[in-house]
């Protein structure tokens, strides 16, 4: 009975999720001629240039995710300690970005960081600094544009997981001698710990493929593999090429799911456990 | 029962045959689907070409952006074609045509007769002649053509000379080795030749590699390197003529030269297996007419491809012989060579991305 309930959900899974896969796996080991190739992988390793933005790719994501964890974290724990009705409140600021679009949150950036932007003519005004500080078209302003939109993400999830700490547990912390401190760290944090890594993992692997932020604030200097993926595609038609890409940005985040879900050993929620 | 059914069958022939008519309704005028891109350049061409030639040939088109010949291709090759006439450069066109993603254009419906001789192929017809140029910010280095202004490729690699930042494409290779042959030293008819080998290719990349680190930006689109000058993000950058016009009407202090810019022209072109394929031609025929082209000076710096246009265009002679096109300025540019790109745009954007991401 409750099979049947879910087989139109696995019809679904099937017809959006794994038969487009599959084509993408398929066209990725098709070349232009229409036969069977390998060339699309050994151009990846030929050029150096698929490496980089590998690298670039992970190193933004990576950054993205601890900027919010420096953020979030304390940002969450304000949230989970306030009186509902405030936290009401609270919450609408965290939860308004989400309701506009990300392509104007991205140029607002850009307009709010560049050379003569509002942040430097203001800075320059009151003296802060002499010379426009260069904070975007490059790696700095990637990383505040990606953190800005990310942010929620992380946040709710962990509050989630936040708000069900039995408040009693620091009282009797506190009871049996522990400072505040002390009784964070051995009591509170590793409680959080499930939520806290569920968002991490959000935010990283959306930063993965990401497009238009990095796009659009790296100025070009900041590639990533869908900017790749978009450059042979407007460039070339050649989809083989791009699905390759997409093929092995799919199995590294794969990866990066399984390495962390063996290290903070969610791997029965992930991958199932016999 | 029996009463029941009938009147259902009676209610679904009725439905049937306003289906009916509804398609045979829609084949007869279903409008033309137009495909351009954004910012000025689309904008010129609605108010020169498009609501006009509409209005007059009493074609009717749906308007839409992001033209691009990768669509067009995956649109043709997944069988679901939506767009009639898209806007290209002309070595994207070459490329879709190679791909077979292309209509051949009916030489008996489009009249182009009196066009600029390789202005138009098999597969894509001639809209406008533009230039890519090198732009700067003239409160920083002059107005063009005033004294100590830069002047040549090699002024925009002399970083002790004009200091300060620069812009360069992004994520594509057309139009970005040749100003950096010439930067070096290449003469203009020799630069196709030298790209000709890797050697060459390598030389050019070399050569940018020399400039990147002034090299702040790299721009995307028209409508960011017209963006850069105004916000005056960068000083120097590289770019389509008519962009910077547009861009100093809006207050941008931006000017460029034709002193060794490349030459090339945008085109009009059609989607295999286009819905509208007959209507759209004869749209196509009637867009390239010079009664219209003899307009698209007033709203962007781009040459008209139909040499009738030059004869009874109204516009002013200063603006006449600021266009690309103009006898005066086509000696001073290198055309572009689509026969160089169709051999050599794969592995010269391998090469430039591999710089890119260094």
Redesign the interface.
Known sequence: MLLGFSIPAILVVIAIILIPIGWLFYLSFIGNDGQFTMEHYQ?MVE???YK??FF?TFQVSLFTTIICILIGYPLAYFLASLPPRVAGFFMLAVLLPFWTSLLVRTYAWLVLL????ILNEFAMNIGLWDTPL?LV?NMTGTLIGMAHIMLPFLVLPLLGSMKKIDKDLMHAAANVGASPSKAFWTVFFPLSISGLVAGSLIVFVLCLGFYVTP?VLG???V?MVS??I??I?????N?GAASALGVVLLISTLLVLYISSKIFKFDNALFGKK | MKQFSKSINRASSLLLAAGITAAAGIATAAPVTVVSWGGSYGKAQDAALFTDAAKNSGIEIVRESGASMSKTCLQVESGSVNWDLVVTGSGGSASAAAKGCLEKIDYDVVDVSNFIPGTYTDYCVGSDVFATVMSWNTDKYGKPGSAGAPKTWADFWDVKKFPGTRAYRANNVDGVLEPALMADGVPMDKVYEVLSTEAGMKRAIDKIRELKPHISVFWTSGAMQAQLMKDAEVDMTTGWNGRFDNAAKDGAKVGYSFDQALLDYDCFAMPKGAPEKDTAMKFLAEVSKAKYQANLPFHITYGPTNKGAYDITTAPKELIEALPSHPKNVPLMLPVSLDWYAKNRVKALEMYMELISE
């Open positions: 151009k050029y150096k240039s980089r933005v670039t560049q050379k003569k932007g260069k078209h796009a100025g070009g200097r590639v900017t790749q978009t450059a595609l407007e460039n070339q038609f989809w």
